[in-house]
């Protein structure tokens, strides 16, 4: 059994980046020019499906599995949403029949500058277009120098990756520091150094021991995140921390720096109005400096050094929240991720029978003091917010340009953007953007849900309606004084919207698992100092307060008491919350047969083999 907080979806495969946008459809589609940049790095990092620089095929964005390996992403295929595409159509063709485009166009732009369209009135780019990417950089960099931001020293541990070199100068220049070469003692990360292990047999083996050798690292990496080992039980994994001995050096100092400021790369190409051209060129190696320090600290705990194994694991929450605090869903997503790799550790920690009372409730203390985890409010409200409205804005503008018809994958279509009112898109984007704020900013787990629930059953509502009758909703809507042109811009907006807009459900979900991981380990340390002082642990959790944490939390996603089941010789226990189905799964979790959702920790832990 493994200690950690396991069936994590977070942790292992998560659904990809798209599929947390367009109502969880998996698509791959991305609309024309637009390509959504997520995570992306040196040797063995996959990127995103049209990541300037790169001919990787497009990967899972949303997490990945502790032994580094990512899903595809799926293949297109029907989803909770009905596509808008073919309506757009549809209603756009009529449109132009009917009605005769706008005679001109507003102060030389295609839509109006307002609290209400655009969302921003200032910072202007030359055309007079809003700079959503100014604005971002100017409420990231406040108040940030190179002694205090936490990239500097990221970057100089991980190296440039896959910044394109026209990128470089202004980055850098924002960063306050000279470019990294491309060339250095960077991390190596996990695909890297399997590749590595594999060429380096001698002599030069075959495929099929290039495969043993690849599974036997995937293997020693597993267990080296599981629990306390040695070197001598796990030489491949000891060989890898000593290779990245220098980067975690300096990612573990960029921990205690209080910002984390990364300048947008967004704007080769296409200008700062495309937003989703943005790549965080440090945010996917990350999550291996994570995997690297989990791994140490258990290295650590198995020679003794608990000071050292806390001070590691501290680090990887410090850098989980720095990574979480940019202004994009990737990001966010890749902070989620290292905060469920360093949850198993702590959880791993207090089972592991190695902590003296006070060590553990000195170390749940120090998880106590952490600030919060960055919640989703900022990201809906500003990145993900002015990554739509940027959108919407450039193909505006390249219609007033005299191009008339964009390109979706969803339905493999085109259709016509010409005489759009887009400040009807503009507007409908905001009032669901304004929506997913309210719901974010809510109070409690409930209320998020109820107010998702209700904002995205309107929308789908509306979806279906068009998609099932379109000419009757059309008649409908001429009758309500919709005229044609409003109609082609509704659904315009649709189709943007139902490629760029987040399925917030699924970042509420991950928000709260992020946040009962926390609770189960703290509860787990408070076990392990009960334990050290009376050689077993209690009959019930209640026995734990107030002396070993202040109060037992309870269950987030059932709004009752955790489970909690000692062994009845007083060895072991199992703990665990019922997680996002609000149901017990009788502590089946994500990887087992048959499948669960439920948050588990469970001793007694297995010895390490070699």
Partial sequence: ??????????????????????????????????????????????????TPGTKRPA??????????????????????????????????????????????????????????????????????????????????????????????????????????????GPFFGSLGIEPV????????????????????????????????????????????????????????????????????????????????????????????????????????????????????????????????????LLACHRLARHAAEGHFLSEWITGNVIEAIACNGDATLATSGKLSAEQALAYRAALEKLPPFPSTDQLFDRGERFTYLGAVLYVAMDAQKGKTEIYTQITDRTFPVAGIDWDIALRRGNELFDEMVAAARAPTRAERRELNRESTAKFEKSLEADAKRPWLAIGRKLLAGRSLREQASDAVANVLLIILLPAQGALFDAQDRAQMRLDLARVALALAAYRAERGGFPPELD????????????????????????????????????????????????????????????????????
């Fill in 1 to 50: 059994m493994r200690p950690t907080i396991s069936g994590n979806p977070d942790l292992h495969e998560q659904p990809p980046l798209l599929a947390l946008r367009a109502g969880e459809r998996g698509m791959t589609g991305l609309v024309g020019p637009f390509r959504r940049n997520g995570p992306s790095g040196a040797a063995g990092a996959s990127a995103p499906r049209g």
């Fill in 59 to 168: 990967q899972a964005e949303g997490g990945a599995r502790l032994d580094g390996r990512r899903r595809p992403v799926s293949k297109p295929g029907p989803g909770r949403r009905p596509g808008p595409t073919l309506l757009a159509l549809i209603v756009v063709g009529i449109a132009f029949a009917a009605d005769k485009p706008p005679a001109a166009t507003r102060a030389k732009l295609p839509f109006t500058i307002s609290e209400g369209t655009t969302h921003i009135t200032e910072p202007l780019r030359p055309d007079g277009a809003p700079d959503y990417a100014a604005a971002l950089e100017a409420i990231a960099s406040e108040g940030v120098t190179p002694e205090n931001n936490a990239a500097v020293l990221y970057i100089k541990a991980i190296g440039p990756g896959e910044l394109a070199v026209e990128y470089r």
């Fill in 181 to 312: 070469p491309d060339d250095g003692s960077y991390l190596i990360g996990y695909t890297a150094q399997s590749k590595a292990i594999a060429d380096a047999a001698d002599p030069a083996p075959t495929e099929a021991e290039k495969e043993r050798l690849a599974k036997q690292f995937d293997e020693q990496t597993e267990r080296a995140w599981s629990a306390p080992w040695s070197a001598e039980q796990l030489p491949l994994v000891a060989a890898w921390l000593e290779r990245n001995e220098k980067p975690l050096e300096l990612i573990v100092a960029g921990t205690k720096r209080p910002r984390c400021y990364v300048p947008l790369s967004s704007a080769a190409n296409e200008g700062p109005l495309l937003l989703i051209a943005n790549i965080n060129p440090i945010s996917f190696e990350l999550r291996d400096a994570a995997r690297l320090l989990t791994a140490r600290a258990m290295l650590r705990l198995g020679e003794g050094k608990v000071a050292a194994a806390n001070a590691d």
């Fill in 543 to 610: 026995k734990l307060a107030p002396k070993h944490i202040a109060a037992i939390p309870e269950d987030l996603f059932s709004g009752k008491p955790l489970i909690y089941r000692p062994a009845e010789d007083g060895s072991g226990y199992l703990l665990y919350s019922v997680g996002n189905n609000e149901q017990d799964d009788d502590a089946r979790t994500y990887d087992s047969q048959p499948e669960g959702d439920d948050l588990v920790i469970r001793t007694p832990v297995p010895e390490a083999k070699p």
